[in-house]
């Protein structure tokens, strides 16, 4: 088997989201495709990949360093020695050629979302999704069918008031989830405690259902002054609350704050999530960690940032990873992590799961057909076909 085709293509998100900081509307996204001369049910095993979404897309570094590393490699460099098959770890290998250690962060966006398209590649080969073929390699044997998914959103729009939170907390539940997320620090913290129990209402009082992400932007004393505040309504969980590197405030918060903590989303590599759990203050028993492996080098170094965790006591149970994607959908009903972040209706069509697979009771069922699921997404399939119609 040989890849034949490495093509590269820039989308735009048609999203006018924004958080406090961020307009999501001026990012965009890195896709590949990657053809190759195996047939399966007599057409060519292709297989797609994107970057994922709060990171910009990454076409100089793909087109300049990464892809034309595997474009020169030889065919015998990129097969599995155990199988006809592509293997993935090779590849990563091939495409880190010449690069220097540390610095984990745009570079990792580009090598994601080759990984994801090396993968899918992988499941179809062996014509079984990526979920089941992760679970019998490297994962507890058996897939599991459904996964935890929460719904994240609850952004600041200029003239949003708390109503129109609520109403759109309502929607998340009508959809079917159960815990949902929404952001905070973008209001002074009066203003977002109202916010805050506003939502806690929608949710019939039950504080556990409803996370809080401040998006990596408190101080200490600010980060204090939330979890101090927070505390009484017992969140699902209080999510990057200062810089994501700042591992000495988040072990001073979480002395302070006895609930749930989660972050990791912009953590780019198994020795960044390394340095996390040594130096943080996360707690294996309660805390929460979200990696997106479309971000950081994706699933090659995944499976390592998975190794690191395992010999710092921490269980996969505790990786939700962020993005709202079906590689990391496929990852965490494979390898048995918490579940899986989703923003209904934003950041689509990358963003999202199949098309006729309703959220039920806060979980998600797989499809089941070969690689990472993309064919059961009608919109990403015709988005795919109108970037790489040569
Ligand atoms: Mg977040």
Redesign the pocket.
Known sequence: MRITAIQEATASIASDIRNAYIDFSKMDVSVVKITTDVVRNGEKVVGYGFNSNGRYGQGGILRERILPRLREAEPEALRDPERDNLDPFRAWDLMMRNEKPGGHGERSVAVGVVDMALWDIVAKIEEKPLHRLLAERYGPGEAESHAFVYAAGGYYYPGKQVEGLQEEMRGYLGLGYDTVKMKIGGASLKEDLKRIEAVIDVLGGDGSRLAV?A?GRFDLATAIDYARAMEPYGLRWY??AGDPLDYALQAVLGEIYPGPMATG?NLFSHQDARNLLRYGGLRPDRDIL?FDPALSYGLVEYLRTLQVMRQAGWSPRRCIP?GGHQFALSIAAGLGLGGNESYPGIFAPFGGFADDLPIEQGRVALPDIPGIGFEAKGKLMALYESLFTA
């Open positions: 992400d998006n999510e990057e989303e979200q962020h």
